[in-house]
Nanobody
């Protein structure tokens, strides 16, 4: 059974930084493309960033390019999202999951950006 546990969210001012973490069980990061997703109030869930099985290939949605960095530690089966220069429009609940997504979702971690 796949389980995801996200952490690291919080309240930050515009321009601030946060680093999110994702721990998982039931899925091997070194064998799968993984991703960070987010859902803002009233909006559809969107894929924010992806990272390939070895960690060498990453991709980002246009709005976060140059500000967010996805990484992972396959030995620890843990994934990260470093978020810099945060904007109010980045506020959302952030989730980790695979690509394609697995049916199980974690609780997510709330990111709030004050203007």
């Amino acid at each position: 059974q796949v389980q995801f546990v996200e952490s690291g969210g919080g309240l930050v001012q515009t321009g601030g930084s946060l680093k999110l973490s994702c721990a998982a069980s039931g899925i091997t990061f070194s064998l799968n493309t993984m991703a960070w997703y987010r859902r803002a109030p009233g909006k559809e869930r969107e894929m924010v960033a992806t990272i390939g099985p070895s960690g060498g290939i990453t991709s980002y949605t246009t709005s976060v390019k140059g500000r967010f960095t996805i990484s992972k530690d396959n030995a620890k089966n843990t994934m990260y999202l470093q978020m810099n220069s945060l904007k109010p429009e980045d506020a959302a609940v952030y989730y980790c999951n695979g690509v394609p997504t697995r049916s199980a979702w974690g609780q997510g971690t709330q990111v709030t950006v004050s203007s």
